[in-house]
């Protein structure tokens, strides 16, 4: 018996993690399915090719969540990260179901799992160290097209309850 509770708690000390990654996830689809198709292309500045479409935002988080969590975390959803089609909505129904995947082997990992190191590009890390900078990586990136969408003088739903954007 106090094997069994051992193992709960182990198994609860990360769970804020994919907990986390579950909830930021669908924050990436809200902003996501707030742009139309005729956006795609659209970049913050047009005279300065550094500051990506977001078309390339979009490819950009998938091709990077699908390399970090095969080559760093060692899930693989078994599909390409990118849809077959460049259309708002492809993008959205890809990116949920693979995000949608990785919610599911994250929630089924135990302690020793998350504590092993893994390489981050050139640096030896935690699973769980890695996981942490996935999700602030993410929420930078799902940052950046909230701030398009401003400057496009878009309709903006909150993404972390009422805020200025929902009138308080």
Same mark, same amino acid.
């Given at each position: ?7 709960? +708690? @182990?198994?609860?000390?990360?769970? +804020? #993690?994919?907990?986390?990654? @579950?909830?930021? *996830?669908?924050?990436? #689809? ?19 090719? *550094? ?23 060692? =899930? ?11 259309? %708002? #909505?492809?993008? =959205?129904? %890809? ?16 302690? @020793? ?19 942490? *900078?996935? =999700?602030? $990586?993410?929420?930078? $990136? ?11 003088? %878009? ?8 805020? @200025?954007?929902?009138?308080?």
């Amino acid at each position: 018996m106090v094997e069994e509770k051992r193992v709960t +708690f @182990a198994a609860m000390r990360y769970d +804020f #993690l994919a907990e986390t990654y @579950a909830t930021e *996830r669908m924050k990436v #689809l809200s902003v996501w399915s707030e742009f139309r198709n005729d956006d795609l292309r659209v970049r913050p500045n047009e005279s300065d090719p *550094r500051g990506r479409s977001v078309l390339e935002q979009m490819v950009h988080q998938c091709v990077s969540e699908d390399l970090w969590f095969r080559n760093m975390l060692g =899930i693989d959803v078994g599909a390409p990260p990118l849809p077959g089609s460049e259309t %708002r #909505l492809e993008f =959205i129904k %890809r990116y949920a179901e693979d995000s949608g995947k990785r919610v599911t082997e994250l929630q089924n990992k135990d302690e @020793a799992w998350w504590e092993v190191e893994t390489r981050f590009f050139d640096v030896q890390r935690s699973r769980a160290w890695v996981m942490v *900078r996935r =999700i602030a $990586h993410t929420s930078h $990136h799902r940052g950046q097209l909230m701030a398009m969408l401003r400057m496009m003088a %878009r309709e903006l739903h909150s993404n972390y309850g009422p805020t @200025a954007d929902t009138g308080g």
